[in-house]
Nanobody, 123 residues
Framework: QVQLVESGGGLVQAGGSLRLSCAASGRTFSNYVMAWFSQAPGKEREFVAAISTSGSTILYADSVKGRFTISRDNAKNTGYLQMNSLKPEDTAVYYC????????????????WGQGTQVTVSS
């Protein structure tokens, strides 16, 4: 199992940007697809974005298309989520997740999870 640690969250005004990082250790990161999910208070976990092992295939939730960019650097064992044009409704805890199987928008497909990083967007 790969261990994941997210960082980069914080408080930002609407329209601002944040870059989340997901540092992986324990296994070969390049063998895992990676995704970001978010969970707002009182709401279910939601899919944000996912990236294939090589980075050649990327999925986004409709709500973040054109604003967020997922990427990965396998040499650094790190994944990223660049978040631009942030909105108050983006406020949530953001989790990175990994899987040895194919790309999926479903949380159940991922078996490695980080502890999460809080993103708060003020209006």
């Amino acid at each position: 199992q790969v261990q994941l640690v997210e960082s980069g969250g914080g408080l930002v005004q609407a329209g601002g940007s944040l870059r989340l990082s997901c540092a992986a250790s324990g296994r070969t990161f390049s063998n895992y697809v990676m995704a970001w999910f978010s969970q707002a208070p009182g709401k279910e976990r939601e899919f944000v974005a996912a990236i294939s092992t090589s980075g050649s295939t990327i999925l986004y939730a409709d709500s973040v298309k054109g604003r967020f960019t997922i990427s990965r650097d396998n040499a650094k064992n790190t994944g990223y989520l660049q978040m631009n044009s942030l909105k108050p409704e983006d406020t949530a805890v953001y989790y990175c997740a990994t899987s040895r199987t194919k790309l999926s928008r479903t949380g159940r497909a991922y078996d490695g999870w980080g502890q999460g990083t809080q993103v708060t967007v003020s209006s």
